[in-house]
C-alpha cells in the first residue's frame, strides 16, 4: 500500500511569486484535503476535494486554489505569495464512500515554503 | 465554527511514567476526535481516535477518553518510552458526508527522558 506522497519537499519563493504543491493519495482514498501548519502550530484546513469537486474550504482567501484530477492526485496553487505563507504545506487523503466518510485522515511529509 | 484548546502545551516526565494531555472543543455536533503524534520533519501520524458515541478506546499503551457532557477530551500514554518523544495534537471535527475537516489543537510537545 502506497502513503500519501508530496512534492517538492522543499521550494524558496519570494513575495509576489506563484507556487504549486502537489499530492499523491494513498492507495484506494479517494478524497484529498490540505492543511496549513505555521512553525509551533497546529495544520489549519484549508480546503477538502471530493470526486474533482472542493466540497469544504476554511478561513484562507481566494489566492489559494486546488485541483483534484480523476486518479485523485491534488495540486495547491497558492498566487500572490505574502510572507505569512511561510510553512508547511501538508496533504492528506481519506476515504469517501457514496453517502458517508470514515473520516480518518492520513497526511503526506508535507512541503516546507519559504517566502523570502 | 469549532475550536479547540489543548493543555499542557509542553509535558516532561521520566521513561515509564504516564502521561496525560488534555483538549476542550467547543461545537457539540462534533463527533470524531483523532490525535496525531508528529516527529520532527515529517508529517502528522494517526495514533489513535475515538468517535462520540464510545467514551474509551485503548490500543496498547495508548488510551483516549471523550466527555461529551464537559466536551472534553484525553490522551492518555503509559509506560512512556524516549520514543514517544514528539508533538501530540488533538483535533475535533464533524463528519458528514462532504468528508472530515480537521480544527487541530496547538500541539504538546512530550519529551520523555531515560
Known amino acids: 500500500e502506497t502513503g500519501v506522497t508530496q512534492s517538492p519537499t522543499h521550494l524558496i519563493k519570494t513575495r509576489g511569486q506563484q507556487v504549486t504543491l502537489r499530492c499523491s493519495s494513498q492507495?484506494?482514498?479517494?478524497?484529498v484535503s490540505w492543511y496549513q501548519q505555521a512553525l509551533g502550530q497546529g495544520p489549519q484546513f484549508i480546503f477538502q476535494?471530493?470526486?474533482?469537486?472542493?466540497?469544504g474550504r476554511g478561513n484562507f482567501p481566494p489566492r489559494f486554489s486546488g485541483l483534484q484530477f480523476p486518479n485523485y492526485s491534488s495540486e495547491l496553487n497558492v498566487n500572490a505569495l505574502e510572507l505569512d505563507d511561510s510553512a508547511l504545506y501538508l496533504c492528506?487523503?481519506?476515504?469517501?464512500?457514496?453517502?458517508?466518510?470514515?473520516?480518518?485522515?492520513?497526511f503526506g511529509e508535507g512541503s516546507r515554503l519559504t517566502v523570502l | 465554527g469549532e475550536n479547540v484548546e489543548q493543555h499542557p502545551s509542553t509535558l516532561s516526565v521520566q521513561e515509564g511514567d504516564s502521561a496525560v494531555i488534555k483538549c476542550t472543543y467547543s461545537?457539540?455536533?462534533?463527533?470524531?476526535f483523532p490525535w496525531y503524534k508528529q516527529e520532527l520533519g515529517k508529517g502528522p501520524q494517526l495514533i489513535i481516535d475515538?468517535?462520540?458515541?464510545?467514551g474509551e478506546k485503548k490500543d496498547q499503551r495508548i488510551a483516549v477518553t471523550l466527555n461529551k457532557t464537559a466536551k472534553h477530551f484525553s490522551l492518555h500514554i503509559t509506560e512512556t518510552q524516549p520514543e514517544d518523544s514528539a508533538v501530540y495534537f488533538c483535533a475535533a471535527s464533524l463528519i458528514n458526508q462532504a468528508g472530515t475537516a480537521l480544527i487541530f489543537g496547538k500541539g504538546t510537545t512530550l519529551s520523555v527522558s531515560s
Open positions: 461545537d457539540s455536533a462534533s463527533n470524531y
Open positions: 476535494y471530493y470526486r474533482e469537486e472542493e466540497n
Open positions: 475515538i468517535r462520540s458515541n464510545v
Open positions: 492507495s484506494g482514498h479517494n478524497t
Open positions: 492528506a487523503s481519506s476515504l469517501g464512500v457514496a453517502g458517508a466518510h470514515t473520516g480518518e485522515l492520513f
